[in-house]
């Protein structure tokens, strides 16, 4: 018998999806606030492309504890988008999370968007939870990341994707809010999405805006909304990470990739982008002084430079 202090833990029928790479700790922790929902999912499938999985073990005692089925890939091909493309076509539950490896959702998320798709009906493709630590950046830095376009994250931002295709992300609102994409933490759709889009694997490593991408082509055909009634909250570790010039050239790649394949190739949005890059470079110059590290204002240079001279991807580990 459930005590009477307990709340009985719900199921579900749906699917969490975890990629990971070299996170061992950060991982043991996602998936602890996962066993821990008030609702359960039907199934965890966890696509690790570390050497070693270090602490499957524990990760499959604490699923066996929560009556949760796993199914851990290991060794798998390095990729986000490949690895999150595999565990897609390894489940079948209905609607699908993907979640990074360093993500801690609160008690009730899950239970929260389940009940925001029930509420939507068809009418919605995807949801996503809010952070627990909204962004709240100054009023002259969010004045400034509008005059350029190149987006950013504050509260009640237009969830746009903008002419150069930068996202308006909003960091919190007052209620539920419509999106044009989302950026991929703590994503969800529904199964049948997957039958049209899928996950870019041109994008290489951790595929910087590779969510952004595949969210933005779900948004032309479903609805998407962010729900401040789940709530999450993204570690944003550093571990496994590129440095800083390297992390730049490879973002802006990504970006002249992404801008030439979701957006129109008119004056209009080639001068957006270009516009754009302007006001990020000027962002990054201060951001590099402030944390005295050259490589971010220096990443928009070569990468301008290279893009402009039609390099295209860039593998950083390879390169």
């Given at each position: 018998?459930?005590?009477?202090?307990?709340?009985p833990v719900g199921r579900a029928g749906s699917t969490f999806i975890v990629a990971t790479r070299n996170r061992p700790q950060e991982l043991l922790t996602t998936v602890r606030s996962l066993t821990a929902q008030s609702v359960l999912p039907a199934e965890l499938c966890i696509v690790d492309s570390s050497e070693r999985a270090s602490v499957r073990g524990e990760i499959e005692d604490l699923c066996v504890e929560a009556g949760l089925d796993l199914d851990y890939v290991h060794p798998a091909a390095r990729?986000?988008?490949?690895?999150r493309n595999l565990a897609l076509d390894r489940t079948s539950g209905?609607?699908?999370?993907?979640?990074?490896?360093?993500?801690?959702l609160d008690p009730t998320c899950h239970e929260a968007v389940l009940a925001e798709y029930d509420r939507w009906g068809d009418r919605v493709g995807g949801i996503r939870a809010a952070p627990m630590t909204p962004a709240r950046p100054p009023r002259l830095s969010v004045l400034w990341r509008k005059v350029f376009g190149i987006g950013g994250w504050w509260p009640e931002a237009s969830g746009r994707v903008r002419a150069g295709f930068w996202l308006e992300?909003?960091?919190?609102?007052?209620g539920v809010k419509k999106q044009e994409a989302f950026v991929g933490y703590f994503m969800s759709y529904r199964r049948p999405v997957f039958d049209v889009e899928r996950f870019d694997e041109a994008l290489s490593g951790y595929a910087s805006q590779e969510d952004i991408d595949f969210s933005y082509r779900v948004s032309r055909n479903w609805v998407l909304v962010q729900t401040p009634t789940a709530r999450c909250d993204h570690f944003k570790t550093g571990t496994d990470r590129l440095d800083s010039m390297k992390l730049e050239r490879m973002k802006?790649?990504?970006?002249?990739?992404?801008?030439?394949?979701?957006?129109?190739?008119?004056?209009?949005?080639?001068?957006?982008?270009?516009?754009?890059?302007?006001g990020l470079?000027?962002?990054?110059?201060?951001?590099?002084?402030?944390?005295?590290?050259?490589?971010l204002a220096?990443?928009?240079?070569?990468?301008?430079?290279?893009?402009?001279?039609g390099r295209g991807l860039i593998d950083p580990a390879s390169d």
């Open positions: 018998m459930t005590p009477a202090t307990e709340k990729g986000l988008p490949r690895q209905d609607p699908v999370f993907l979640i990074d490896d360093d993500v801690y992300g909003t960091s919190e609102s007052a802006l790649a990504n970006h002249f990739y992404l801008f030439r394949k979701n957006m129109p190739q008119d004056a209009r949005h080639l001068a957006a982008l270009w516009w754009g890059l302007c470079f000027v962002h990054n110059c201060v951001k590099a002084a402030a944390r005295r590290d050259p490589g220096a990443g928009i240079v070569v990468g301008a430079w290279e893009q402009a001279r």
